[in-house]
């Protein structure tokens, strides 16, 4: 489908991108490039790619498609260095979790006759760098591609091809909407979680150790959300300002109403609520987009193998796929292990 892939950032979605990616035979060079020394030997030693580099200009040299899997505030830096070098004709995209920001930063580099189409594959787990990924990450998940209305129809249907290889579904959105609709699913539930926990943490010890004895009534779900990474999450919420206050305040709002419910004892109010909340759950797994299984299909350690032109793939020990960057579902995979769900 490609010449060269090149990958700037080998982390968890990097490298998710270079396995799947090599194992569906979707391009001929998979070039790798990162920032440290120490996570490119890491890369080759998993033999994610053929070229290894730390220098993103050598990965980009001759691309037909380039793809920045690392933190949305780093891309001005990297764009300024690798613009002047992408090839005519090539795509560029990314994963980043926010895309009206990421446009701004990556739409001023992006030379005549380079195609500009920002990606995020809503899909994801709590774990970062090269080891963390795995092939299956992307089956089943959404990738939602937001191009400009100028870029050109068949760069787009190829990305799409692409995305659809790695056995994603592909959206197409407008970058603010996509802001926006993530705000609520993604962005919102990281912050509840991150803060119940940071909660938690503040506890005094005797209370603390109580919570981790009973944390399989809830709160367990939570921490598996709440340990994300902390660069990628900062990032979100300096980059997606607008969208996550916005959606807070209706948050808070509700919140608000749920006080009052419990405080003067409204019974019938909060059953309405839950069994309105209740049929959301369900129309995620009618959508295929988590498991009635009985304990949310927590993995309880089976080998699976994956089928792909490049051989076969043992499925064991790798995170569980997750619903979007973090809030997670579960899929065939699941099996895999790991993963907790939230
Ligand atoms: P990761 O596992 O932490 O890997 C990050 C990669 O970016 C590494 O190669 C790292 O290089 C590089 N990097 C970090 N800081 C950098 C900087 N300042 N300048 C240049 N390179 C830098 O991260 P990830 O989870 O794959 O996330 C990558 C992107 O995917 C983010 O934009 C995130 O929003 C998006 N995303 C993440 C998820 C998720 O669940 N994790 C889901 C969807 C989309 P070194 O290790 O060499 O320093």
């Known amino acids: ?42 890369a080759r030693g998993l033999g994610l790619g053929d070229v290894y580099t730390l220098d993103p200009i050598e990965a980009v040299a001759g691309a037909d498609l380039v793809i920045l899997c ?17 090839a005519p004709g090539a795509i560029l995209s990314d994963v980043g979790s926010v895309k009206q920001h990421v446009i701004k930063a990556m739409a001023p580099f992006v030379p005549k006759g380079v195609s500009l189409i ?50 994603s579904n592909v959206e197409i959105m407008d970058a603010a909407h996509h802001d926006m609709v993530l705000a609520i699913t993604s962005h919102i539930p990281h912050l509840v ?3 119940i926990v940071g909660t938690v943490a503040d506890l005094e010890q005797d209370t603390q150790s109580e919570v981790i004895k009973f944390s399989a009534s809830g709160f367990r779900d939570f921490t598996r959300i709440a340990a994300s990474d902390p660069v990628m999450w900062r990032d979100v919420f300096l980059t997606n300002r607008d969208a996550v206050l916005e959606m ?16 003067v004892g409204d019974g019938p109010g909060l ?15 009618t959508a295929g987009q988590e498991t009635a299984a009985a304990d949310f299909g927590r993995p309880h350690g089976e080998a699976k193998t994956l089928e792909g032109p490049s051989g ?14 973090n809030v997670e ?14």
């Open 193 to 195: 979680a991150y803060n």
């Open 118 to 167: 920002p990606g995020h594959p809503i899909a994801g787990t709590e774990h970062s760098g090269p080891a963390s990924g795995f092939p299956e990450l992307f089956i089943n998940r959404w990738c939602v591609l937001t191009p400009a209305r100028d870029v050109d129809p068949a760069a787009v249907e190829k990305l799409t091809a692409f995305w659809s290889a790695l056995g």
């Open 70 to 86: 690392i933190p949305v505030q780093s891309y001005g830096g990297v764009m300024e260095k690798i613009g002047p070098y992408l």
């Open 248 to 263: 807070l305040g209706r948050f808070l709002e509700d919140l608000a109403k749920l006080q009052r419910m419990v405080r």
């Open 271 to 285: 059953e309405e609520l839950f069994t309105r909340t209740r049929k959301i759950r369900r129309s995620i797994i």
């Open 1 to 42: 489908m490609f010449e060269k892939l090149a990958l700037i950032g080998i982390g968890l979605i990097g490298s998710s991108i270079a396995r799947a990616a090599r194992l569906k035979g979707l391009a001929r060079t998979i070039a790798i490039s990162t920032r440290s020394a120490e996570t490119l030997d890491e």
């Open 312 to 325: 076969t793939l043992e499925l064991t020990g790798a995170p569980a796929p997750q619903l979007d960057v």
């Open 329 to 342: 579902v579960s899929q065939p995979v699941r099996e895999h292990g790991g993963g907790d769900d939230a």
